[in-house]
């Protein structure tokens, strides 16, 4: 039951971040093949360094599952743009839900490696936060995490509350799992509504650049 679950997890995490990259190459007004390359890219690109860092095999090398599920959630989001011609709320819904995801795909991944549980809500962080990184950074855009929305915060957030769950509750495995996705989400949701912000640390004056 646990192993379905995070299947699950890990498949819904990959059409949701494959579909946002989609939905942001779609605004940059790529082309199909263009499209498709920034949807992977953003599916599998905070997983490819979270393997990295870990020193396991790159998951989607060997399962050629995973790259169907992008590909078919790639030509999903064309049959979404068609009916959604803005799709900026559904973007950013697809967006926030892969981040919760694949932050507590990141987390477990850490876990079983026996790490630090700083370490691991770092990894999950990475998992969350850097498919998007990269996706923006080929964009040419300033990366979420970058800018002044609420973005690797909800990750660091949504970790910390996992690993205190667990460890200090007798809640069920998956439950934990379900509170989690659903705090980064909100997190995220409440913060873009709300205009929350992390303090700045220089003026709105006309700075020089150091």
Not at 45 to 50: A, D, E, I, L, N
Not at 98 to 123: E, S
Not at 158 to 181: N, R, V
């Amino acid at each position: 039951m646990h192993d379905n679950f995070n299947f699950a997890i890990e498949i819904i995490g990959t059409i949701a971040f494959a579909m946002s990259g989609a939905f942001a190459a779609m605004q940059k007004r790529f082309d199909p093949f263009g499209v498709l390359i920034i949807a992977f890219i953003t599916a599998v690109g905070g997983g490819t360094v979270r393997d990295l860092l870990l020193g396991v095999p790159v998951f989607w090398m060997h399962d050629i599952f995973i790259c169907s599920v992008i590909f078919l959630a790639a030509v999903l989001a064309f049959v979404v743009k068609y009916f959604d011609k803005k799709f900026q709320v559904t973007l950013f819904l697809f967006d926030s839900l892969g981040l919760g995801l694949f932050t507590t795909i990141g987390i477990q991944k850490g876990l079983d490696a026996q790490l630090h549980p700083v370490i691991c809500v770092t990894l999950g962080t990475i998992t969350g936060c850097f498919g998007g990184i990269i996706r923006d950074t080929l964009l040419n855009r300033i990366p979420l995490i970058f800018r002044k929305e609420i973005y690797a915060t909800a990750c660091i957030l949504g970790g910390g509350t996992f690993l205190l769950m667990l460890h200090f509750t007798d809640m069920s495995f998956t439950f934990i799992q379900i509170f989690t996705i659903l705090l980064i989400v909100v997190i995220r949701t409440l913060a873009v509504k709300y205009h929350w912000q992390m303090p700045k640390f220089y003026s709105h004056a006309n700075d020089g650049e150091m």
